[in-house]
C-alpha cells in the first residue's frame, strides 16, 4: 500500500488493466493527469491526436483492431463534448472503450464555470455506465469497474469523468488483480441449445448468418466448424467481415443494402436462418415482412434485448456467440447439404462489374481488388463512411477476423483515419490502410498530422469523384436527380496538402498507373505514412442496392445514366 495523488492512481490503474497506449489531448482540468503521463511515459504510451473526436475514434480503431479496451483522455467542457460522436461511433458497434474526462472541481460543479459542462449527463444514452468520481478514495476501484463493465457480456464505452480537485488528492493504492470475466450462461441454456441442435438436424437448406458478436478469433474458429458441420452457406454484416474466411467456398457475401445476389438468393430459399450474434440493422434486413419468409428464425446472441427487436426469432439462445456455437458443436453430428450449398455458391460472385470513363477509367472495383492482390489479402483495411466504405467491403476478400473497422452502426464520417491511427499503434507490423471518400476524408482531415508527427505509417487512400457520393446516389434515384449540395467540387490539392504535413502523396489518375502507384504506396508504408488521391467518375455507383425498407431479394442492379 502506498499514497498516490489521484492522477497517478489513474496511471497505475491504467498498467494494471493491461494498458499500454492511450490517445488524447490536455487541458486545464486535466493538468494533473499529464502530469503523471509524463512521469510513466515509459509505460504508457500517449498519442496525441489533432482533435479529441480522432482520439476517441484512435481509441476505437485501437480496440476494434486488438481486441482489447481502448483508452482515450480529454478535458472538461469542449474537450469532453468533442468525444461524444467517438463515444457514440463505439457504442453502436459495441466497441469497448474507456473515456476519461476532467472536469471543474467539486466546488465549482453546477455553477456554469468556465469549461464546465454535465459530461454524464451527455453521454448517459450513448454510454455503457458512466460515473463522476468524486471521492479520491473511489477512484481506483471505479477505474476498475469501468473496464469490467467495458469488456464484460456486449462490450461497450464507458466514461469516467474525473474533477481536477479529486486528481490532486492523495489516497491510498492497492494493486488488485483484474476482475476475472465469467461468461453468460442463462437459465435453461442448455435445453435451448438441445432444441437449437435439433432444428439444425431437421434443417434441409440452413443458411449461418454472422454478425459482429462473433468477429473475434475465437469466434471465426468455431463458425468455420459449425459451417462445415452443419454443411451450410456462410453470410456476413458489414460489422462481421472476415469472422469468416471469405476466400472459402462457403461464403456468398454480404446480405442487405449492398449485398451480393447470392446472399439474397440463400435468404429467399433457406428453411433456417442461423442469425449468430448479429442485431438485424435495417440496413440488413429492409422490409421486416419479407425477410426470410420460408424460414425458421434461429437467433444466437449475448444480449436479450436484441431478441425478436427487429426481427421475430422462431427458437433463441442467449450466450456469448462463441460459447453458445461451441457447445452446439459438441452435439451436432456431420450434416450433408451438398446440394443446397452448390446451388446457393455458383452464384456467389458480385454480378455488378464497374466500368469508369474515357477521361477517368480508373474504377474503385480496380483500386480495392489491386490492392487485395498486392497486400496478400492482409491488410487491416479502415474506413470512412459512404460509397468508399462499401466498396471497400464488396471487393476485399477479408480472410480474418477484426480485418475490417468500419463504423456501421452510427456511420460516422472522419471516423476512420483516426481509427487507422489506432489500428496501426495495435497492429504495427501489419499494413494499415484507410479507405475514404473525399466527402467523408475533408471531415478530419487534420489528423494527417498525426500520422506525420508520430510517423504512424498508414496509407490513406482517398477515393475522389469530387461529390457525397452515396447522397447524390440516393438523389438520383429518389429525388428527381436534385443533386443539392452534393455536388463538392472542392480545389484541394490533395498532393499538396499531403506534402504540406509531411507526407508523400500521389495522385493517381489512369487505370494503367494503379498497380504502380499502390505498390510504391505500399513500400513506402513500411516505414512512413503515404497519401494517395484517386479520382474516379462522379457516377460510379454502388451497387447492387436495395432502396430502404425493400425486400433485400429484390436488389437494383443498374443505374442508368443519362444527364
Known amino acids: 500500500m502506498s499514497k498516490m495523488t489521484g492522477a497517478d492512481i489513474i496511471c497505475e490503474c491504467l498498467i494494471e488493466q493491461g494498458v499500454d497506449t492511450v490517445f488524447g489531448y490536455p487541458g486545464g482540468a486535466v493538468l494533473n493527469i499529464y502530469d503523471s503521463l509524463y512521469k510513466y511515459s515509459d509505460k504508457i504510451k500517449h498519442v496525441l491526436t489533432a482533435h479529441e473526436q480522432g482520439a476517441s475514434h484512435a481509441a476505437d480503431g485501437y480496440a476494434r483492431a486488438s481486441g482489447k479496451t481502448g483508452v482515450v483522455i480529454a478535458t472538461s467542457g469542449p474537450g469532453a463534448t468533442n468525444l461524444v460522436t467517438g463515444i457514440a461511433t463505439a457504442y453502436m458497434d459495441s466497441v469497448p472503450m474507456v473515456a476519461i474526462t476532467g472536469n471543474v472541481a467539486c466546488a465549482l460543479l453546477g455553477l456554469d464555470s468556465f469549461q464546465e459542462v454535465d459530461i454524464t449527463g451527455i453521454t448517459m444514452p450513448i454510454t455503457k455506465h458512466n460515473f463522476i468520481v468524486k471521492d479520491v478514495e473511489k477512484l481506483a476501484d471505479t477505474i476498475r469497474e469501468a473496464f469490467y463493465i467495458a469488456s464484460e457480456g456486449r462490450k461497450g464505452p464507458v466514461l469516467v469523468d474525473v474533477p481536477k480537485d479529486v486528481t490532486a488528492k492523495v489516497a491510498d493504492f492497492v494493486n488488485k488483480p483484474i476482475k476475472p470475466y465469467t461468461p453468460i450462461k442463462t437459465l435453461h441454456q442448455d435445453d435451448c441449445i438441445q432444441k437449437a441442435v435439433e432444428m439444425i438436424k431437421e434443417s434441409k437448406r440452413p443458411y ?108 433463441k439462445v442467449i450466450g456469448d456467440s462463441a460459447d453458445v456455437v461451441e457447445k452446439l458443436l459438441k452435439l451436432l453430428p456431420q450434416q450433408d447439404h451438398a446440394e443446397w450449398v452448390k446451388n446457393i455458391c455458383s452464384d456467389r460472385e458480385l454480378n455488378v462489374k464497374q466500368v469508369g470513363t474515357k477521361e477517368l477509367d480508373l474504377t474503385p472495383q480496380q483500386l480495392i481488388e489491386t490492392l487485395d492482390r ?164 462522379r457516377d460510379i455507383n454502388v451497387l447492387p442496392m436495395v432502396p430502404a425498407g425493400k425486400s433485400v431479394t429484390e436488389p437494383i442492379l443498374d443505374i442508368v445514366i443519362d444527364d
Open 208 to 315: 449461418i448468418y454472422c454478425g459482429g458478436g462473433i468477429n473475434n478469433p475465437r469466434g471465426a474458429q468455431v463458425l468455420k466448424q459449425l459451417a462445415k458441420v452443419a454443411d451450410a452457406p456462410v453470410s456476413a454484416s458489414l460489422m462481421a467481415q472476415g469472422c469468416y474466411d471469405q476466400t472459402d467456398g462457403r461464403y456468398i457475401g454480404m446480405l442487405g443494402m449492398h449485398g451480393t445476389a447470392a446472399a439474397a438468393k440463400a435468404l429467399s430459399e433457406c428453411d433456417l436462418f442461423i442469425a449468430i450474434g448479429t442485431r438485424f440493422s435495417d440496413r440488413v434486413i429492409g422490409d421486416p415482412a419479407t425477410f426470410a419468409q420460408k424460414a425458421k428464425v434461429l437467433h444466437i446472441d449475448i444480449d436479450p434485448a436484441e431478441i425478436n427487436k427487429n426481427i421475430t426469432a422462431y427458437h
Open 374 to 537: 498486392l497486400t496478400g489479402g492482409d491488410a487491416l483495411i479502415c474506413t470512412e463512411v459512404g460509397q468508399a466504405q462499401m466498396w471497400a467491403a464488396q471487393y476485399y476478400k477479408y480472410r480474418f477476423p477484426r480485418q475490417l473497422i468500419t463504423s456501421g452502426g452510427l456511420g460516422t464520417m472522419g471516423f476512420g483515419l483516426g481509427a487507422s491511427i489506432g489500428a496501426k499503434c495495435a497492429c504495427p507490423s501489419r499494413t494499415v490502410i484507410n479507405v475514404a471518400g473525399d466527402g467523408s476524408f475533408h471531415m478530419n482531415l487534420n489528423e494527417l498530422v498525426t500520422l506525420s508527427k508520430h510517423n504512424i505509417p498508414v496509407i490513406e487512400l482517398v477515393i475522389n469523384n469530387n461529390v457525397l457520393g452515396m447522397v447524390r446516389q440516393w438523389q438520383r434515384l429518389f429525388y428527381e436527380k436534385h443533386f443539392s449540395q452534393t455536388t463538392l467540387d472542392r480545389p484541394t490539392d490533395y498532393v499538396k496538402l499531403g506534402e504540406a504535413f509531411g507526407i508523400k502523396s500521389f495522385a493517381l489518375t489512369k487505370a494503367a498507373d494503379c498497380e504502380d502507384v499502390l505498390s510504391k504506396a505500399i513500400e513506402i508504408s513500411k516505414t512512413a505514412p503515404v497519401l494517395i488521391e484517386a479520382r474516379i467518375d
